[in-house]
């Protein structure tokens, strides 16, 4: 069970939001790069980055912060989401350093895409699915399609991604504890790996990780909670590690 750091970076600053509102977030460090070597000395064995002015804008705005990220931290694999809409973008990203993207937005509006670049970037893509009642929203949630989640989720293991991100809006960064129930829903029809993310709180989060991995949840992305201090990071991922090893 791999616990994954969430850095999201707005105006080059280390931010969480609440429910994905640019308009509702809590500024944790002016220094992103120092906030990753905050969880890469706590044990984090990678690390979730988050382009939050690319995810609304389309492109990549604080993409510098983020190779320098990647490029510090050289053994710990950095996956990046947030306005990768197109190759060079991509390219551009795994030439700094970077191990994995996340597609996001574009998966759901052009979902030949990922068909595409999975081939062209084997090994290296992720699918980012923020989901609300079973509905996948785009644009940094500011709107919600109609396709389904899991239907499309099938798509992209067809595809060949590495696996897929999956964040209910409504407990992303809310402090209330993971959906487990929509999250295992989510994940036993697939093959490739789940990462659980929006509302891991405390270890009673990370024991029902635990318990459900054999559903197909490789791991979670942790944000307000270890900033906030509800949840010891590395405490955390010591628990995970024991109760894995005794399962």
Not at 176 to 195: K, S
Not at 200 to 220: F, H, Q, S
Not at 229 to 239: K, S
Request: glycine share 10%; charged share 25%; net charge negative.
């Amino acid at each position: 069970m791999l616990l994954i750091p969430a850095i999201d970076i707005k105006d080059g600053k280390c931010v969480r939001l609440r429910q994905g509102r640019m308009d509702d977030d809590t500024v944790y460090s002016d220094d992103p790069v120092a906030m990753a070597h905050r969880w890469v000395t706590a044990g984090a064995r990678r690390l979730h980055i988050v382009d939050l002015n690319g995810a609304t804008d389309g492109r990549p705005v604080n993409s510098e912060v983020i190779h320098e990220i990647a490029r510090a931290f050289p053994q710990v694999p950095v996956q990046v989401g947030g306005g990768i809409r197109d190759e060079d973008t991509i390219q551009i990203y795994l030439d700094a350093g970077v191990r994995y993207v996340i597609i996001g937005t574009k998966a759901v509006t052009a979902p030949h895409f990922v068909s595409d670049i999975c081939l062209e970037f084997p090994g290296h893509i992720l699918v980012g699915l923020d989901v609300k009642d079973g509905k996948v929203a785009i644009e940094g949630w500011s709107k919600l399609s109609r396709h389904d989640a899991v239907d499309l989720a099938k798509k992209f293991e067809e595809d060949g991604v590495e696996g897929i991100i999956f964040t209910d809006i409504r407990r992303d960064g809310m402090m209330n504890g993971l959906n487990m129930e929509a999250t295992i829903d989510f994940a036993r029809p697939l093959r490739i790996p789940v990462f659980a993310s929006g509302g891991v709180t405390n270890l009673d989060d990370i024991r029902a990780l635990v318990a459900a991995e054999p559903e197909g949840i490789a791991g979670a992305v942790t944000g307000r909670a270890i900033y906030e201090g509800t949840l010891d990071f590395r405490a955390a991922q010591a628990l995970a590690d024991e109760l894995s090893g005794a399962t």
